[in-house]
């Protein structure tokens, strides 16, 4: 039984549009965690990228994403 190869491409320039666009979404929807960064709570950080990751089906690249949303921040 062959196993499958679980895709490596993470999101390129193209979708660099739709990953702030998902980053938006993920601060909009987590106002919360926003708070609690801005308190200097790191791990707030974290939660934002794993959930912009889970939103993208796991193909952006965290570097990438975590760049994003301190940007927005």
Do not use: C, Q, W
């Not at 965690?33 to 934002?48: M, S, V």
Request: hydrophobic share 40%.
């Amino acid at each position: 039984m062959a196993l499958k190869k679980k895709s490596s491409k993470k999101i390129g320039r193209a979708a660099t549009n739709d990953l702030s666009s998902i980053v938006d979404r993920v601060i909009a929807d987590h106002p919360k965690k926003i708070l609690e960064y801005h308190a200097g709570i790191r791990p707030a950080l974290n939660f934002l990228i794993t959930e912009t990751i889970k939103r993208t089906g796991g193909k952006a690249d965290p570097e990438k994403v975590r760049r994003a949303i301190i940007e927005k921040l």
